[in-house]
């Protein structure tokens, strides 16, 4: 049996023990807590981590600018830090999450010098090669003092009632486990599991959302970060999609925010339910989700993943008492093929989204693709070009088969960019719709067309039409009619001298609010005319009820229509359809002398095309106008001059 000094060793090594113990997880528990102010105060507002990101990005740019500057790293490196910090300051400067940080004094200011610094620094970032360390310090100079004001604002950022008030409670909690300390002294053990417990917990809110219960960016951050290091060790891919939630902002501003937040749990819970076992699923903030899937061998397996997540979310569900349905767009980005470093990955996929979210309306996603980044530097050089009016509209003749004379004259836009060469007119328009440029080319196109069409005509009054085609964005919005109006008013267009190009498959896109767009544009007095006629979707009832004035018959059924009799028979069909329904019919596309035969035949009153003319400049349309005012029957000569020879071919790519 143990003697006094044995038992009093024993409870002296059990008493050292359980304060070694104590210490031991009191330590722990310290570090947690430490942990978890430090992620209650990292997942502050999202006008905080705009903040931070701002000034995080905007150190990357002003390194970039050194290390290219010196030869350390190539200008896709530095274009890289510029594209993020595009980004990151279009949130700062518009987004509603930060509408607290721009009430800092002077934040609005630096952020608008910012944006004016890179919108009017971007041609030469864009043209830095790694190297020029004469214009990269240059342009460092007058970038640096931008560093300190960012750094200053996200620092007081994060000091907002709200912010206090997280972090009081984070002292709080510090205080409270300070107290537990002396109390684990007297109590033992098991005073140390509770405080352990309750950091945990802390540790959970600090890095998951508490709405849908999802981890959230921090965590987001750190499980990429070792995702990404354990695939380039394995030579393994992984896939990151970024969800968001289309018109999401409308279901708050129509039936409240308790209904907004049951959608957000539906969209989470639904994600997990398909897609929960082998993928990460993250709330980012507002309207915003991602998806981790690691062991990514292909893109197929990428594209299934996209197209799970889309189908599921886009079910009809019950939110609350009413049936909604959640549109997504959805962008995507595969390690390795899309970039070598996980920042890369993350900024594509989000590259991706926003091309999806640019698609008509409903659930889209994308894949992400180099072209996309292309197109994004190509939208700002459309910018650029636009507001110095770097393009040009030339000007092709249509024809009254009958008399030979120019009956109408269509407009068509041209642009050579001085970085990118030749850019075709529809992928022009393209990026448009795409970029938010719509309204600044659509306009830009009208205006011009509009004001030469009345230089060509300022001493008299013209039958000839204008015929300008509008890109599938611009005729969809409500400003349309207004920008008419603005033009016709600026050059003294009279309206019914227009005519608005609108093809089949954009018409046809939305049949229920085409009626009434149509019926807008006809009383301001202009024409409407559908292009790439009997390409798209339109049926004879849609003929009947729209207020269409004039059919332009796709070139693809006039290429071939002196040697198949389908096709012949196909616009004889079409000719006998609008002239029953008073409309007009112009055939596209016509180039040879025995086109222009059987179009004739056919009955066909008007034609456009290289057998007649190019697409002109201004000038030389002028010239063409007053030939035939003066009573020249300029396409009777033409027609016999190009009937011994073969049509020429256009270099450039037009529509006629």
Known sequence: ?????????????????????????????????????????????????????????????????????????????????????????????????????????????????????????????????????????????????????????????????????????????????????????????????????????????????????????????????????????????????????????????????????????????????????????????????????????????????????????????????????????????????????????????????????????????????????????????????????NLTVHYQPIVDLKTGKIYAIEALLRWYSKKYGYINPLEAFQIADQYGLSEMLNHWVIYTACKAYRGWHQDSESNICLSINISPVMYRQNQLANLLSDVFHHTNFQPENLVLEITENTAMQDLEATPGIMQTLKALGVQIALDDFGTGLSSLSHLRELPIDKLKLDRSFVKEIDQDEKDAYFVECINALATKFDMQLVAEGIETKAMLDKIRDIGCAYGQGYLFDKAVTAQEMQNLISRQVMGENIYQAHLEKNHARKPKLSLINTKN
Request: with cysteine; hydrophobic share 40%.
């Open 1 to 389: 049996m143990p003697n006094f000094n044995q038992r009093t060793t024993i409870k002296s090594v059990f008493a050292m023990l359980v304060i070694a113990i104590f210490i031991v997880f009191s330590g722990l528990a310290f570090r947690q807590q430490t942990q978890t102010v430090e992620y209650l105060t990292f997942t502050q507002k999202a006008g905080a981590y705009a903040a931070s990101e701002v000034d995080r990005t905007a150190l990357g740019l002003a390194q970039g600018l050194e290390l290219v500057g010196e030869g350390l790293r190539e200008s896709d490196y530095l274009l890289l830090k510029f594209d993020l910090l595009w980004a990151r300051l279009k949130t700062v400067r518009n987004g509603s999450e930060a509408a607290g940080l721009r009430e800092l004094p002077g934040a609005q200011q630096t952020y608008d010098d910012l944006y004016d610094w890179l919108d009017s620094n971007t041609a030469i970032i864009e043209n830095l090669q790694s190297g020029d360390k004469a214009n990269a310090d240059q342009l460092l100079e007058s970038f640096t003092p931008f560093l300190t004001p960012l750094r200053q604002f996200s620092f007081e950022s994060y000091l907002g009632d709200e912010v206090t008030s997280r972090l009081n409670r984070a002292n709080s909690i510090q205080q409270n486990v300070n107290r537990s300390i002396i109390i684990v002294l007297i109590s033992g053990a098991f005073l140390i599991i509770l405080l352990l417990q309750e950091s945990n917990r802390n540790y959970w809110h600090a890095t998951h959302d508490s709405l849908t219960r999802l981890p959230n960016r921090k965590l987001f951050n750190e499980r990429l970060m070792r995702i990404h290091k354990k695939a380039a060790d394995k030579n393994t891919g992984y896939a990151v999609l970024v969800v968001d939630l289309n018109n999401f902002k409308e279901i708050n501003d129509n039936f409240g925010h308790a209904y907004g937040d049951a959608m957000l749990v539906h969209v989470s819970q639904s994600l997990q339910e398909v897609l929960g076992d082998q993928n990460l699923i993250f709330r980012m903030g507002g309207d915003e989700f991602s998806i981790i899937r690691e062991g990514v061998n292909s893109i197929s397996e990428c594209e299934n993943i996209a197209e799970i997540a889309c189908q599921q979310i886009k079910m009809i569900s019950r939110i609350k008492d009413i049936n909604m349905q959640q549109d997504v767009s959805v962008g995507v980005s595969f390690y390795p093929e899309d970039g070598q470093n996980a920042e890369d990955i993350v900024a594509n996929a989000d590259i991706a989204m926003y091309h999806a979210k640019r698609l008509r309306s409903g659930t889209h996603y994308r894949l992400f693709t180099p072209d996309m980044r292309w197109r994004k530097r190509v939208s700002r050089a459309l910018r650029n070009d636009i507001i110095d009016n």
